[in-house]
């Protein structure tokens, strides 16, 4: 399995809703990433977990809460959003830290906050 | 600040021909670089990588150029097909940064019939 599925692929929410995105490998990679994309932008990092630890947060708002169940999941839990975190939520995973450790996306989330 | 830029955000190219995806880089401590392919409605898909310490890498239709002394980076694809359609994100890697990646503002390559 050579691949990154993530799930929902559209997700419609209200500000006061309260939803989850999530993400799965079975590559054994032991860095998984979150990651926020705008139309016609690059994706912009949000979060890194290492070995299942929370390793970057890139100052994200806490409406944004990751969690790392295991080393082949990661979850995005999404409360009191705001219309401008509408975007493509993508996740990636790497083998881990050291050599090149190429990252490796998944299909993303499409979010649309009402 | 550190940045990784795109000359021609938008590249239009004849079926058949060569297509070349310019990049421009300022961190010169940067030691790894990579190209991402996105489709539309897709996540990036990796394309090719390069480390510092060489000057040209090869695929399968793509070959990557990386020129230090100037520190620009080109993606060649041979004989473009209309599955080229897309748009390609240089991003790099510096050294001693294990997870983050600085990413160019992206090309859009446009293949006409």
């Known amino acids: 399995d050579t691949e990154v599925t993530q799930t929902p692929k559209h997700l419609v929410m209200g500000m006061t809703n309260k939803k989850s995105l999530k993400c799965e490998q079975h590559?054994?990679?032991?860095?998984m990433y979150w990651y926020k994309q705008k139309a016609k932008k690059p994706p912009e990092l949000m979060f890194v977990?290492?070995?299942?630890?929370?390793?970057i947060n890139e100052s994200v708002p806490s409406r944004f809460s990751p969690e790392c169940p295991n080393s082949s999941l990661l979850n995005l839990h999404l409360h009191a959003l705001q219309p401008e975190d509408s975007a493509l939520y993508l996740c990636?995973?790497?083998?881990?830290?050291?050599?090149?450790?190429?990252?490796?996306f998944g299909p993303g989330t499409r979010l649309t906050v009402l | 600040g550190e940045s990784v830029g795109l000359h021609l955000p938008t590249l239009s190219v004849q079926e058949g021909d060569n297509s070349i995806i310019n990049c421009a880089y300022s961190n010169s401590a940067s030691d790894y670089f990579i190209w991402y392919k996105q489709e539309s409605g897709k996540g990036p898909q990796f394309i090719i990588d390069?480390?510092?310490n060489m000057d040209k890498r090869q695929g399968q239709r793509v070959t990557v150029l990386l020129n230090k002394t100037v520190k620009h980076l080109s993606l060649q694809i041979a004989a473009t097909q209309p599955g080229d359609s897309a748009v390609y994100f240089c991003?790099?890697?510096?050294?001693?940064?294990?997870?983050?990646?600085?990413w160019g503002a992206g090309t859009k390559l446009i293949i006409k019939p």
């Open positions: 590559m054994g990679h032991r860095a």
């Open positions: 990636a995973s790497s083998p881990g830290a050291g050599g090149n450790n190429e990252q490796f």
């Open positions: 977990y290492s070995y299942e630890k929370l390793s």
């Open positions: 390069i480390r510092s």
């Open positions: 991003a790099e890697k510096g050294r001693g940064s294990n997870y983050q990646l600085i």
